[in-house]
């Protein structure tokens, strides 16, 4: 992969989170069973860091799960080998609950789909928002995040890259070119 530009630096990653908090609490009117599921992998890291966010702005602790979705997969049957299940945490009932479920990157609305299939075997929110930290476009299900750090238009040829500190040692966001 060759980097082409860097979208977004540690601080600017913290401040799209942080905006991302306060519109959670905007749009939810505070935080009165507000639940944060993140779908594995970085979508779990930027749930705790919302969840943390959220804490520090109304000093209210807010659940937060982490969700697997790879059984949900609709391209699981195309891939070969056997795939890795992690481990679903979901420890708080989400039943009548405003969850927000949150992924490092909207892509294709995929990856949303087989979240909200997954979700649903825990239960029946009273309704569900989508907080994303990247959303590129290139929508093949109807689907849109109620809470966006940046748009970044994307073509098919480049790969948007999400690194954090928990799983990559940085914070960054980088738009890179398949070679």
Same mark, same amino acid.
């Given at each position: 992969?060759?980097?082409?530009?860097?979208? !977004?630096?540690?601080?600017?990653?913290?401040?799209?989170?942080?905006?991302?908090?306060?519109?959670?609490?905007?749009?939810?009117?505070? =935080?009165?069973?507000?639940?944060?599921?993140?779908?594995?992998?970085? /979508?779990?890291?930027?749930? *705790?860091?919302?969840?943390?966010?959220?804490?520090?702005?109304?000093?209210?602790?807010?659940?937060?799960?982490?969700?697997?979705?790879?059984?949900?997969?609709?391209? !699981?049957? !195309?891939? %070969?080998?056997?795939?890795? &299940?992690?481990?679903?945490? $979901?420890?708080?009932?989400?039943?009548?609950?405003?969850?927000?479920?949150?992924?490092? &990157?909207?892509? =294709?609305?995929?990856?949303? *789909?087989?979240?909200?299939?997954?979700? $649903?075997?825990?239960?029946?929110?009273?309704?569900?928002?989508?907080?994303?930290? $990247?959303?590129? /476009?290139?929508?093949?299900?109807?689907?849109?995040?109620?809470?966006?750090?940046?748009?970044?238009?994307?073509? %098919?040829?480049?790969?948007?890259?999400?690194?954090?500190?928990?799983?990559?040692?940085?914070?960054?966001?980088?738009?890179?070119?398949?070679?």
């Amino acid at each position: 992969m060759k980097e082409k530009a860097k979208i !977004l630096d540690k601080e600017a990653v913290s401040r799209s989170i942080m905006r991302i908090a306060h519109e959670i609490i905007e749009k939810n009117k505070g =935080t009165a069973d507000l639940c944060l599921v993140g779908i594995r992998n970085r /979508g779990v890291y930027i749930a *705790r860091r919302l969840a943390e966010c959220i804490k520090k702005i109304e000093g209210m602790d807010i659940p937060a799960g982490a969700l697997d979705i790879t059984l949900y997969r609709d391209d !699981l049957a !195309l891939a %070969s080998g056997q795939p890795l &299940v992690r481990k679903t945490e $979901i420890d708080f009932d989400i039943n009548n609950k405003k969850l927000v479920l949150i992924d490092d &990157v909207l892509y =294709t609305g995929r990856t949303i *789909r087989a979240a909200l299939d997954a979700l $649903i075997d825990f239960g029946r929110p009273k309704s569900i928002q989508l907080a994303v930290l $990247i959303d590129r /476009g290139h929508r093949e299900l109807p689907i849109r995040a109620d809470f966006v750090g940046k748009n970044i238009p994307t073509s %098919s040829q480049e790969i948007i890259e999400v690194h954090l500190e928990e799983s990559d040692g940085t914070d960054e966001v980088l738009i890179t070119e398949k070679t």
